[in-house]
């Protein structure tokens, strides 16, 4: 039995799928469903139970048989401002579920975030030293301070198994209700939809064209499939990134979702609102040294070939659900 917590989520749904597909339906999903159709992530998963969040404990306390928790719920959203919010969510129900693996040796893989690398300073290597990173919100800082805690406690206070995901930009089909935090290529998609245009962020920063800030952009079904390599293998403990370890600009982007619409591009450029110019990151890359060096092998969708898998097989469907 595996457990998924955050599985009526983007990623959490996209794993379930993954595991589907290779022929596991013995899968407990955990979530705390807030938007109305996000129960439509699940109606294509073959699962044994679904349990509110505030089941879990519970369930857990019966010491059922499990194989691993694959921790993907948490506050995702980047402009949390309730930090007491973030602890709780993101740090202390984290550290119940670890320490409960630990107790029960129990492999235990969650979601960490590139959010977590701040603004670059220090590059976005795994194999860094992640005290010397600085993130630029409450939600990075959250991940951060679970990373470092969890580095902290050791052998004999660890899972025999762990893993923590710094997932960069993820994007694809299941992630509908995240609303303003879903990827900029959904939004791309409705609002080419809607007005025949695009509208992208102006650059605030020195060296950078609109249009022109770079992100390490990651086709769900990659991200997905990356965890899943760890269920199956035995790795190293430690903390992976998830990207392809290419980065892109958001007019590629945005042009290929355009064009995957069977549309001529048209992009405009718009200020970017206050409350993120001093929080935004102008370039993101994974470093894949660490993934690769863990037996991963499977190539990564390019940008252009995962966004017209999303746009073409999902967005323009008339059930775009995976």
Same mark, same amino acid.
């Given at each position: 039995?595996?457990?998924?917590?955050?599985?009526?989520?983007?990623?959490?749904?996209?794993?379930?799928?993954?595991?589907?597909?290779?022929?596991?339906?013995?899968? +407990?999903? +955990?979530?705390?469903?807030?938007? *109305?159709?996000?129960?439509?992530?699940?109606?294509?998963?073959?699962?044994?139970?679904?349990?509110?969040?505030?089941?879990?404990?519970?369930?857990?306390?019966?010491?059922?048989?499990?194989?691993?928790?694959?921790?993907?719920?948490?506050?995702?959203?980047?402009? /949390?401002?309730?930090?007491?919010?973030?602890?709780?969510?993101?740090?202390?129900?984290?550290?119940?579920?670890?320490?409960?693996?630990? %107790?029960?040796?129990?492999?235990?893989?969650?979601?960490? #975030?590139?959010?977590?690398? $701040?603004?670059? %300073?220090?590059?976005?290597?795994?194999?860094?030293?992640?005290?010397?990173?600085?993130?630029? &919100?409450?939600?990075?800082? #959250?991940?951060?301070?679970?990373?470092?805690?969890?580095?902290?406690? $050791?052998?004999?206070? #660890?899972? *025999?198994?762990?893993?923590?995901?710094?997932?960069? &930009?993820?994007?694809?089909?299941?992630? =509908?209700?995240?609303?303003?935090?879903?990827?900029?290529?959904?939004?791309?998609?409705?609002?080419?939809?809607?007005?025949?245009?695009?509208?992208?962020?102006?650059?605030?920063?020195?060296?950078?064209?609109? $249009?022109?800030?770079?992100?390490?952009?990651? =086709?769900?079904?990659?991200?997905?499939?990356?965890?899943?390599?760890?269920?199956? &293998?035995?790795? /190293?403990?430690?903390?992976?990134?998830?990207?392809?370890?290419?980065?892109?600009?958001?007019?590629?982007?945005?042009?290929?979702?355009?064009? #995957?619409?069977?549309?001529? *591009? &048209?992009?405009?450029?718009?200020?970017?609102? %206050?409350?993120?110019?001093?929080?935004?990151?102008?370039?993101? %890359?994974?470093?894949?040294?660490?993934?690769?060096?863990?037996? =991963?092998?499977?190539?990564?969708?390019?940008?252009?070939?995962?966004?017209?898998? =999303? +746009?073409?097989?999902?967005?323009?469907?008339?059930?775009?659900?995976?």
């Amino acid at each position: 039995m595996i457990v998924i917590t955050g599985g009526a989520g983007m990623i959490g749904s996209m794993i379930a799928w993954h595991l589907n597909h290779s022929g596991r339906d013995d899968l +407990v999903i +955990v979530d705390d469903i807030q938007h *109305p159709e996000q129960w439509q992530n699940l109606v294509k998963r073959r699962y044994a139970n679904y349990l509110d969040k505030s089941e879990l404990a519970c369930f857990l306390a019966g010491k059922p048989k499990i194989d691993a928790i694959i921790h993907m719920g948490a506050i995702s959203a980047t402009t /949390e401002r309730d930090f007491n919010k973030l602890v709780q969510n993101n740090i202390r129900y984290s550290q119940f579920l670890w320490n409960w693996c630990t %107790e029960n040796k129990v492999p235990f893989l969650y979601a960490s #975030s590139a959010a977590t690398y $701040g603004a670059g %300073e220090q590059g976005y290597d795994d194999a860094c030293d992640i005290n010397t990173l600085r993130p630029l &919100n409450g939600y990075g800082y #959250s991940k951060q301070y679970f990373d470092q805690w969890a580095l902290q406690q $050791g052998a004999h206070k #660890s899972p *025999p198994q762990w893993q923590g995901f710094k997932f960069f &930009n993820v994007y694809g089909p299941n992630e =509908y209700h995240k609303e303003r935090m879903a990827s900029v290529s959904f939004h791309t998609f409705n609002q080419f939809k809607a007005e025949g245009n695009v509208k992208l962020f102006k650059s605030h920063l020195a060296g950078y064209e609109d $249009g022109m800030q770079l992100r390490d952009f990651v =086709y769900v079904k990659d991200a997905a499939a990356a965890v899943v390599h760890f269920i199956n &293998n035995l790795c /190293e403990s430690g903390i992976y990134n998830i990207g392809t370890g290419q980065a892109r600009a958001f007019k590629d982007l945005a042009s290929a979702v355009m064009t #995957s619409m069977g549309k001529a *591009p &048209n992009i405009t450029y718009i200020d970017m609102p %206050e409350d993120l110019r001093g929080k935004y990151q102008y370039f993101t %890359e994974a470093k894949m040294l660490k993934l690769a060096d863990a037996g =991963y092998t499977a190539k990564f969708h390019t940008l252009e070939d995962g966004v017209r898998d =999303y +746009v073409q097989n999902y967005l323009l469907q008339a059930d775009p659900y995976c």
